[in-house]
DNA sequence: TTGCATACGGATAAATTTTTCCCCTGTTGT
DNA sequence: ACAACAGGGGAAAAATTTATCCGTATGCAA
């Protein structure tokens, strides 16, 4: 893994989340787990442009952060489904919260976002 | 500016928060300025760990953003002061709620963040 | 026997973001 | 004349995150 040199910071709440829910794919696969979407192989047809092997990192450290629990299945082919933990749930209105006010503003971000400013 | 190589998703209203709120100071930006401390320098001190410069920018981008707007006073020594737009205010109740459910989880937050995993 | 589906993970490269360093503006006070 | 204050910004380095490439394993179907 790869070795902090800049020290976090953990100083309010806004750091805490932060840190559970930074990482370009996290709060997805928080959401399609939610949905019901479990598998490994399900996650990556939801979130195509993520590269498998993020989203195995990022699913490793949801669990270690204890938003997801993993189950491994003995059977051949190998099954491993995701499901949120009671902690992991207590996110969903969170991120219910943040993709409301993104689909209520769609189109004034997308222009926003996609203006080039002065210079660029 | 930096050219992107990997294209934009703004598939969803995710995205699109996304878009305006990653930025490893962004959020802590708009909430200090919700909270009265205005000018550039007040900003500073309020986030002592990021370096002056990343603020300049991340400040810009927010105005490219709608999300504040930038007022200068033509005295000497130069003034500065940064507020909120409506369209940077609705996103308040968000940043609340973020810091709301940090706060709420601090003590747990803390432990999973810092637990070090069976590897590393 | 080759190929496929399903899942895991190491090593390395590339992309992206943030930091560091240094310099510039103009006026006021010493 | 010169330092100090308040604000800006270019260039390059460092830090961090994500992507690419490859190899592991199992049992079943063609």
Redesign the interface.
Known sequence: ?Y?RKIP???N?????????LYGKWK??LL?FINAGHKRPSELQRKIP?ASRRVLNIQL?ELE???LVTKKIYPVVPPKVEYSLTD?GK??I???S??????????E???N????R?E??
């Open positions: 893994m070795e976090l910071n953990l309010c709440g806004l750091d805490l989340i932060g840190e559970v709060i997805r959401w442009d490793k270690k952060h204890e902690f207590s996110l209105p969170v991120i919260m943040l993709g409301n006010w993104g689909d209520e503003n769609e004034r971000l997308r926003v976002i996609l203006k400013s210079s660029n």
